[in-house]
């Protein structure tokens, strides 16, 4: 009887492991890439405006955040309102079907299922 390797045994696990691994800190690092980027843009911007260095400068980065950060909320915020509207969407479109049953029940001389 051959002993089977106990790592060969686990493969399978440890490669989905570590391509799981892989795949996060990939991630991470574009993230910490997008933010070097937009604090370059950031930069950029403030050095446009004429605010080079001192609180000018912080003040001008602190508002192109302020900025970015309202953007974002704001995207969030919409998302947010375009999920409810879909629920409200498939909701409506349920009932629309629930009530045509019933009608249609009411022709046939059946009683129609109750529509919540």
Excluded: K
């Amino acid at each position: 009887m051959t002993r089977q390797n106990p790592i060969s045994r686990y493969r399978p696990a440890l490669i989905a492991l570590a391509a799981l691994l892989g795949t996060g800190i990939a991630g991470s690092a574009s993230a910490i890439d997008w933010g070097r980027e937009a604090h370059r843009e950031d930069s950029r911007t403030c050095e446009r405006f004429g605010a080079v260095q001192g609180r000018e400068y912080t003040r001008c980065m602190i508002e192109q955040q302020r900025r970015r950060d309202d953007a974002l909320l704001n995207a969030s915020e919409q998302q947010r309102n375009n999920a409810e509207a879909a629920r409200n969407n498939v909701e409506t479109v349920r009932r629309m079907r629930c009530n045509r049953e019933a009608e249609r029940a009411r022709d046939r001389g059946e009683r129609p299922r109750w529509c919540r």
